[in-house]
């Protein structure tokens, strides 16, 4: 093992997507999916036992030169000196065949002057054993050239003017601008490069709101941004064209669950959902699926009916039954 290897890793920033794919890069550097698997630990922030840290850190790798230990949201309890000089302490014994990886989402770098977060300040001490980097939202500009490596990367190509026209559409979005390349390779049937007609076709401008990207919000309970999709979807359309989408949504996600839950794939969601003509819904609806048990879609369809009832009745008007459905099922 290099001298040079870092031990402790501090990723941190807004650009979500480009974090989760640095870490499956590093995942891949272990081998096989299968030693990736038993060389990893994931732990949050907000559960996990801080004097196992170092027990769990300090754990040999299994046929790997190393081992991960990922943590997201690391300083949730982080709140005090005394726990956080602990903290550190125990970074310090961590040993070379561990890389320990801190995971947080942050809004912004701090500016030129102001106090830097107390674990940078402690790397910069650290030489080569602590790696420290923020990940930025990217600009529009900086995203269309990216969609293109992406492109690329998924063995198709994209012209820079589609490029271009999608990071807009996608609002600046690096996870949603990944979903959309998928689609769009799909379309093309990787024999033709993307051009900027196909993608006014077939992305929706999240500008105008997405109702794909309501429902995944409501998937990993993002309260904030599945309301302010939810405003940008009223901003266009009424209460009763949004509502039958969300309903749609959900009952294709009930019908898709019970297929993936029956031992079925991406085939037989195609044929059951009769989306011949639309296949690449079929990988949205599945990665979309995953993310609820089949109870929480059930219970969530009767929550439906519940709020259309009581929108019917007169009990509420449509948009603050949206804004509560939507309030209701992120907390």
């Not at 910069?124 to 990217?138: C, F, I, L, N, T």
């Not at 690096?174 to 390779?185: F, S």
């Not at 048990?293 to 929550?303: K, T, V």
Request: hydrophobic share 40%; proline share 2%; aromatic share 8%.
């Amino acid at each position: 093992m290099a001298e040079s290897t870092p031990v402790v890793y501090y990723m941190h920033g807004e650009d979500e997507f480009a974090m989760a794919q640095a870490l499956a890069e590093m995942e891949k550097r272990l081998g096989d999916a299968g030693t990736a698997e038993m060389n990893t630990t994931r732990l949050d922030g907000a559960t996990y036992n801080l004097d196992q840290l170092l027990s769990v850190a300090s754990a040999m790798p299994f046929l790997a030169k190393r081992r991960l230990v990922i943590l997201t949201n690391p300083f949730v309890r982080l709140n005090s000196a005394p726990v956080q000089k602990k903290f550190l302490e125990q970074l310090e014994k961590i040993p070379s065949t561990t890389a320990l990886i801190l995971v947080e989402k942050r809004e912004k770098e701090p500016r030129k002057g102001e106090k830097k977060h107390w674990l940078e300040r402690w790397a910069e001490g650290q030489g080569d054993r602590a790696w420290v980097k923020h990940y930025s939202q990217p600009k529009e500009a900086e995203l269309s050239g990216r969609i293109q490596e992406m492109a690329k990367k998924a063995g198709g190509q994209i012209t820079a003017e589609a490029a271009s026209l999608l990071a807009t559409l996608v609002d600046s979005d690096p996870r949603l601008a990944y979903q959309e390349i998928q689609k769009l390779l799909a379309y093309v049937n990787y024999t033709r490069t993307v051009e900027a007609d196909d993608v006014q076709m077939l992305t929706a401008d999240v500008g105008q709101g997405d109702v794909f990207v309501l429902v995944e919000a409501l998937g990993n309970r993002e309260g904030a941004k599945a309301q302010r999709m939810l405003q940008r979807l009223l901003e266009y359309q009424d209460y009763f064209s949004i509502f039958g989408m969300v309903v749609r949504q959900f009952r294709q996600l009930i019908l898709a669950r019970a297929i993936l839950d029956s031992g079925g794939g991406r085939d037989e969601i195609v044929r059951g959902l009769k989306l011949f003509a639309n296949q690449w819904q079929a990988d949205r609806l599945i990665t979309q699926a995953r993310r609820f048990m089949a109870q929480d879609l059930s219970r969530i369809y009767h929550r439906l009916l519940e709020v259309d009832e009581a929108v019917k009745s007169s009990q509420m008007t449509g948009d603050l039954a949206l804004e509560t459905l939507v309030a209701s099922l992120t907390i």
